[in-house]
Structure formats: C-alpha cells, structure tokens
C-alpha cells in the first residue's frame, strides 16, 4: 500500500526533491545549488535558473527514491512548490510532480513555499505541529504568523520593504563581499565589535509587529565613504553592527509578538536564521522569558524539498489536494 509523499521544489535557484512518510517522516532529500552559477552575476537570473531546473529535477528524483529504497508506485501522492518564486522556476517543479501525478494517477498537492519553512521547526521529534508564534525570515521574506493549526494562520507583521535577508545581501554587496551575502557578514561579524556603529532599528517602538530594514541599508551606504574596508577589523565591526542590528528587531517583534498572543512557543524558520548570532540571541532570550524555542534544523532552512514534503503530508492528512488545472503563483499568500 502506498505509504509516501513525493514532493519537488523549485521556487527559485535550488533545485531539490524529497520523500517523506505519511506521517510526515522525512526519509530521504536531495538538492541542487546553483549558487557558484550565480554568484557570478550577484544574485539569481531566472531564465538560467529555470533551465538548471530542467537539467537537475529529473536525476534527482531518481536519487531520493534509490535513497529511499521506494518506487513511484509506492508514492500515496505527489507534491510541488506552487508560490511564491519566480514563475519560470516554480512551472518546472509543479509541471514534473503533475505529470507523476498523472502517470500514477494518484493525487497532487500544491504547496505554499512559505507553509515549508512555517512548518519546518516541527520537524522530527518537535512534532506535532501546535499553537505557536513563528518568525520566518529569508532573503525575500521576513514575517511574524500565529499558528493556530495546520491550514489556519494569522499573520501578525511582515516587513514593509527589504527583507532581512536581503538587507543582509545588499549590504554584502555594498561592502565588496560575495554572493550570497549573509553567511559572508555572519562570520565577519563573529570577529566584530557590534556596538562599533549605531545603526538604526526600526519600529522597535514596544507595539508594531511590522519591519523595516531599508533604514539600515541606507545608513551603512552614507557611513561607508568614511571607513577603510581594507582593514579587516574595519571590516569586521562593520559587519558585527549590521548583524547585531538585525538580530535585535528580530527578536524583539518575536518576543513582543508572543506576549500580545499569549503564547509560549516560538518558532523560528527560514534561510536566514541559519546565522549564528541569530540562534545564540534567540536560545537566550527565550530561556530568559521562559518561552520554547523551536528551531528548523540549519540544513532545512534554506529551499528544500524536505519542508514542502513535510508540509503536505500534513495537509494530505486532512484529506487535501489540489486540482491539476491549479496554476503557480508568484505571489501566493501565505494567509487570505
């Protein structure tokens, strides 16, 4: 009896492909980074990601079902990423998992790329997904959502401009450093004073829950003809600073969002909270609050196929699926 999901994302320039149970056991999961293609130009290009896609999506689900020791046969249904991305990534995910899933005749489901990473903290022995509020922060989205149960959200506050994630990029980019940005300014920043600037933190006014970070951006720009970047402490504190920067109206909103909900779980997801400081401030100040922290492992915070497998075997749980005539959407809400 069919006892699997299957399920492909492909929302921007990681292609990846992912098997997990039923129950939402996670048993096998490959990607494909097309980061050093990229980097070149400094940031994705959607036509060359798309047709990366094409050349890696296939070889990768033969990979996760030898991995997983399973047939297409095995598979109960068939999953893809359907939004937000870029639309020429997303057609190559949707279009393969609907043919699977037509050639099986089994069902499809589509997913929401930001339910992934939502759910992605309650992973493994964090289960099962529960009442919390969560924090999903990443290059193109940084959000607070209340978690009522799988399917029913609310969202309490999202960024008004740059995503922390991208302010971290941009600011990467500024200073002469690689794409992708973050991960550069991360360890620059272990090495840093983060009290060497004083840059802004906006909207940490003890009631918005919503972000802001091109205040930020705009003032390492006016700080930086007055530094030496060549010199590497320079370098460093600069980098300490905007992280620390960051760090704290992320956590802040987390922790004031908690207490206006009443909550006492705290869910953190995201490529963006990969980053060590990120980690080390929220274990801290959680334990301090006497909140739970729930963190997404570090290797299911970035796109993967993992979360989106994961994400509708919950759904599919509660008897959903999605139409094959169901279109991607660049845009698609997380909540309506």
Same mark, same amino acid.
């Given at each position: ?55 890696? /999506? ?6 996760v079902l030898a991995d ?42 589509? !997913? ?20 919390? !509020? ?12 209340? !978690? ?62 919503e972000f802001s970070f091109?205040?930020?951006?705009? /003032? ?12 590497e402490q320079v370098l ?50 959680? /334990? ?46 997380? !909540?309506?």
């Amino acid at each position: 009896m069919p006892d699997c999901l299957l399920a492909l994302e492909s929302s921007c320039d990681e292609t990846a492909a992912a098997i997990c149970t039923l129950r939402g056991e996670l048993i096998a999961s490959r990607i494909s980074s097309q980061i050093e293609i990229h980097r070149q130009y400094g940031g994705v290009v959607p036509e060359v990601a798309s047709r990366n896609h094409i050349l890696h /999506a296939r070889p990768l689900v033969q990979q996760v079902l030898a991995d997983a020791g399973k047939t297409l046969g095995d598979m109960a249904a068939f999953a893809a990423t359907s939004g937000p991305g870029l639309v020429s990534s997303l057609l190559i995910g949707t279009s393969m998992a609907k043919a699977l899933a037509i050639a099986e005749d089994k069902p499809f489901i589509a !997913v929401n790329h930001m339910e992934g990473h939502l759910l992605s903290p309650f992973m493994g022995e964090n289960g099962p997904v529960r009442p919390c !509020v969560a924090l999903i922060v990443s290059g193109g989205h940084t959000m607070l959502v209340r !978690v009522h149960g799988v399917g029913r959200y609310e969202l309490l506050g999202r960024t008004r401009d740059d995503a922390a994630g991208e302010a971290f990029d941009k600011v990467a980019k500024m200073i002469g450093l690689p794409y992708p940005g973050g991960p550069e300014i991360d360890k620059l920043a272990a090495r840093g004073n983060p009290e060497a600037f004083a840059f802004p933190r906006s909207f940490l006014d003890g009631r918005s829950l919503e972000f802001s970070f091109s205040g930020l951006k705009t /003032a390492v720009l006016y700080e930086l003809p007055r530094l030496d970047l060549k010199n590497e402490q320079v370098l460093a504190d600069l980098c300490a600073s905007v992280q620390a920067a960051i760090i704290e109206v992320l956590v802040e909103k987390l922790l004031l969002a908690a207490k206006q909900c009443g909550e006492k779980t705290l869910a953190v997801s995201g490529g963006v909270s990969c980053n060590r400081g990120l980690r080390a401030a929220l274990a801290a100040r959680s /334990a301090k609050a006497g909140l739970q922290l729930l963190l997404a492992r570090p290797d299911l915070c970035t796109d993967n196929a993992g979360m989106i497998a994961f994400a509708a075997s919950q759904r599919f749980s509660t008897g959903h699926t999605s139409p094959l005539e169901a279109d991607v959407d660049p845009n698609l809400s997380l !909540v309506s």
